[in-house]
């Protein structure tokens, strides 16, 4: 994984242990390896974007940086499609993998 | 390199391949078969939990058809396919699409009575049965809104055998006709990709594959044969196929089902183990109703996907489940890309789909509070949440290209059968125009979307074009 998808995994990821948090990293770091490579690209693309701006001096990647909840609601509804769709795949892959590891998660 | 020989290799075990595996072992044909995932005991995993994700799945559930919106995919890639990770669903094509599809591709022996009598023998075989007794909570709200709107609705039934306390097995590939292939004599190799299809003029002698050791080691494998059955699926098919150099008419016109869902909260607890087995019919085709997994984690995701504050909901997930309104009037598109494993897969939804849509998920929503629901988080970023019938209206205009989260588990269609070499990639049977033993036999050979679960056509289909390939002698 790059360092802002390391960024965001651990700020996304609530509720668990270090070994939970660990977990829900794997998780993550082997979902995007497996992903299609040309996808893969693209997200890398994307992280190395955002890594760039969070390293920006001032308040936007101060915010970004720091991963405050208010930076990734910015991310979740930025008007760039292509924005929105990377933090929402971020997301989807930490809730899952979270979910996923505590008990009874089957109902 | 290690070089073996057989009569027939058939590429892939899932619905069209354990199929035509199996009838043709029984035949008494030397057949191997090739999968490029792993055997993993169907009764190992939770279905639909992390651990199968990882193990099933291809890219471990990551894909998406790009286009705007993407649409998110799954593909199984395991001993077994696809049919290892669905929900067993079963339906068979409508009489009239049959008779449509029939027409219009100029398909041979493609009448609802031949289709039939080829689906009573998979039917019987792997005992495709309703639910005995009660359907569980999250499948009876639907039929309870539906009943409530004097809208139609229709239990499915399952690909699932029974005990005498009701409780059911699903009949996967890996517990029905892959064993029934190996105990008539054909051979299973497993952790095996093939690379590309060794071809020599018009006839392929043989497939290139790399075999992963136990050990974690790989090793180049050639398989000659006489016959070559590809039998990947409809995006795994057609760029084998063009690996192969064979490209007309081969990766356009994919069929996708995009589905975009609502997770709704009830008073009461519902039952997260089973797929929802019952569908509000009344718009149809075009347009179907029905419900998904609804693990925890599923719960949180649907939730999540509207952005609205969901905590509260989340912590009463019990009473949460997932339902989805589909539709499938867009193309796409599979492409291999020059140095990359996987292929590139495009999907443009029409703006008939997209009307569609919202249509769907709004009379989705009004199932959904006729049968109780107090609470309905749409898919769709940005888009509010539901609690009276009145503001689902809202939801017609949150309905865009940039807004919507669709995903999807049905692909089909991109080397449709026909007798017009200028529209299809295979004739009536499947056999690969141009070559003289090369056959596809999955769901890429559907014409069409079945707008409907596909995989009693895909099964039906390749029964029926198994027996053909018997009957070529």
Known sequence: MLWFERQLVATMTRHLDPDGRSRVSNYVEGSLTAMPEHLRLCVGAESLALGLWARLPGRLGGALREGSAVSLQALELHPLNPVRQYARLMRSLVLFAEQELQPGAGG | ?????????????????????????????????????????????????????????????????????????????????????????????????????????????????????????IEEEL?????????????????????????????????????????GVKQTMARTFIPAAVDAGATMLPNCRVDRLLRSGDRIVGVRCTRRRPDGTDEDLTLHADHVIVCGGAIQTPALLQ?????????GGLKLHPTIRVAARFRHALDHADVPMHRITEFGPGLEIGGSASRRSHVALALSDSTADYDDAMDDWEKVAVYYAATHDGVGRVTTLPGLRAPLVTYRLSEG????????????????????????????????????????????????????????????????????????????????????????????????????????????LALRNADQFLADG
Request: with cysteine.
């Open chain 2, 1 to 121: 390199m290690t070089t073996l020989d057989t009569e027939i290799v058939i590429i892939g075990s899932g619905a069209g391949g354990a199929v035509t595996a199996a009838t043709l072992a029984r035949a008494g044909r030397d057949v191997t078969v090739v999968e490029e995932g792993p055997w993993v005991d169907p009764g190992a995993l939770e279905p639909f939990s992390l651990d199968e994700m990882v193990a099933k799945y291809r890219h471990q559930g990551g894909a998406a058809a790009l286009g705007a919106p993407p649409v998110a995919y799954a593909e199984g890639r395991c001993v077994g396919g696809s049919t290892e990770i669905n929900s067993g669903l079963w339906h068979r094509l409508p009489d009239a699409l049959a008779d449509d599809w029939r027409e219009r591709h100029q398909i041979e022996e493609f009448t609802p009575e031949a289709l039939g009598r080829y689906a009573d023998r």
């Open chain 2, 353 to 460: 789909d997209m009307s569609r849509l919202g249509r769907g998920l709004v009379l989705l929503g009004e199932a959904l509070l006729a049968a109780g629901a107090t609470e309905l988080y749409p898919s769709m970023t940005g888009a509010p949440v539901v609690r009276r019938r009145e503001d689902l209206v809202s939801w017609w205009d949150a309905v865009t290209r940039s807004r919507t989260n669709l995903m999807t588990v049905h692909m089909t269609s991109s080397v449709r059968i026909g007798e017009d070499r200028d529209r299809s990639g295979a004739d009536s049977y499947g056999r690969i125009w141009g070559m003289r033993n090369l056959r596809v036999n999955d769901a890429s050979l559907l014409p069409d979307a079945p707008g409907v679960n596909p995989q009693s056509t895909i099964m039906t």
């Open chain 2, 243 to 251: 690996r192969s150099g064979l490209r007309r008419n081969i990766g």
């Open chain 2, 127 to 167: 005992t495709v049965s309703k639910l005995p007794g009660a359907p569980p909570e999250s499948s009876a709200v639907l039929a309870r809104g539906a009943d409530a709107l004097d809208w139609r609705s229709v239990e499915f039934a399952r690909v699932f055998r029974y005990d005498q306390d009701h409780r």
